[in-house]
């Protein structure tokens, strides 16, 4: 089976990590092919990076249909242009934040969602909304780090960590969904220093294109 992964930032080292992540839970025979577009923003922070990855999102789809690539996740969690999407592909397209919010649903009663700024509280809303687990999402918390400085910031694991302690805390919830594809290489540490279940939504959209 042939997963495309496409990261529709265009930071090549962002999209090596996802990569690396989707392929750690893959069984044999699964080949990810990780990507980002040739064109798009660095990093997607707002509703117009969002539309402008657009097109670099569906010319990577429509190449994938071209090489007889079998599902897709997109690994952003604005979940950009996934209709789009799924009218030209033949098999699933599978957001990060749809993936993580269903994974999440299935560890508790309720999750919260930890993002990088806090203008992108109001997407992570309104996907819950529209997904149907609204109920279920009990908080929505940023942690203030640009997507960019994920990488590049010492601090950012404690920075995220922390932010997922305080939103457990503060909601109440039972797990912990990670609101960046950037954040997917901490979550198993994550997860280990805060007790509780966190979700990273490229590994739960890989698995769910998998099976
Ligand atoms: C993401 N942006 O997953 C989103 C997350 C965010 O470049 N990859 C990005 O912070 O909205």
Redesign the pocket.
Known sequence: MLIKVI???T?SS?TATIGDCARAVVGPGTVVDAVSPSMG?V???SHV?EALSVPGILAEIARGEAAGVDGYVI????DPGIDAARELASGPVIG?AEAAMHAASFLGRGFSVV???AR?IG??QDLADHYGFGRQCLGIHACDL??LDLETDPDARKIVTEACRIAVETDGSDAVVL?????ADLCRHISSEIGVPVVDGVAAGTLFVQS
Do not use: Q
């Open positions: 990261n529709p930032n930071t962002m923003p990093s997607i922070e990076d690994a952003c969690f604005g990060i993002t990088t700024l992108t997407r992570a640009p997507v609101g960046c594809a950037g954040m």
